[in-house]
């Protein structure tokens, strides 16, 4: 079963204290910083679109791709909905499509983790690689190994009520240190409260985490200058209290 196959329907409700609009002005400032600040932008496993649609609002001419085709779907109703002409398509992030000549490209929310080998990352970046022009930016985050092993994994629950709809979402985790892999089993209750339904589904999501040597090993053989590596949503160095890190490079040769 395809990722994100049951799971994209009650996707945005699940993660809607995820603040879109802050992530995309940090990492608005981050391409700043690198010398992009506005321009062709694509975001290379955009899911549901929400940080593609904040992009566009700020300016930039973004396209976006996602693997699956629940996600992109969501994602084009609420481009059409806000008035937004994005063109979203639905493809595999390590396979390059026709997107080129792209001042920036963003892979958020883990995509990079979402690579569960170090050829899937690979071919992510050279994905990534094909789109820019020489010079352009690429940032995108990953789960840090060293938080990873140093916190370990447990059994989380989370709850959402957004009536007539119950959200119960149980994440309980296996660790293969061996593969550097943690599966998330994913078990959701969808209630329908005014009609005393209950919707039950399953999905399993494989991540690897990543340290900032094996990232750059990657980068390097896919043409990318040295990346600069921090926690998310700061500027201070992956540390053992963040899952979250996000790394910045530029596709070698001038723009």
């Known amino acids: 079963m395809t990722v994100f196959a049951d799971y994209a329907p009650w996707y ?27 321009g062709k932008l694509l975001d290379l496993g955009c899911g549901t679109g929400l940080h593609a649609l904040a992009f566009a609002r700020r300016g930039w001419n973004v396209a976006g791709v996602d693997l699956s085709e629940e996600m992109i779907a969501s994602a084009k109703a609420r481009a059409a909905k806000a ?3 994005i063109p979203f398509r639905q493809g595999d992030a390590c396979e390059a499509g026709p997107e080129h000549d792209f001042d920036a ?26 789109a820019l022009k020489p010079g352009g930016v690429f940032f995108f985050d990953y789960w840090y190994g060293g938080a990873v092993l140093a916190q370990g994994v447990e059994t989380r629950v989370k709850v959402i009520e957004q009536k007539p709809l119950r959200l119960t979402r149980i994440a309980q985790s296996d660790h293969d240190e061996q593969a550097a892999t943690v599966t998330v089993n994913y078990t959701l209750f969808c209630e329908e409260t005014d009609r005393g339904t209950i919707r039950r589904v399953d999905e399993a999501h494989r991540m690897r985490y990543w340290f900032p040597f094996e990232i750059d090993a990657a980068l390097a053989g ?30 070698a040769g001038k723009s």
Do not use: C, I
């Open 12 to 38: 945005d409700l699940l993660y809607r204290d995820k603040d879109y609009a802050a992530e995309t002005s940090f990492v608005e400032a981050r391409l700043r910083e690198h010398g992009v600040a506005s």
């Open 222 to 251: 896919s043409a990318f200058e040295p990346a600069t590596h921090a926690a998310w949503l700061t500027q201070d160095a992956p540390s053992s209290k963040s899952w979250a890190a996000y790394a910045t490079t530029r596709k």
């Open 83 to 85: 008035g937004l002409s």
């Open 105 to 130: 490209v963003v892979s958020l929310f883990h995509v990079a983790s979402y690579q569960t080998s170090r050829n899937a990352l690979a071919a992510m970046f050279r994905t990534a690689h094909a």
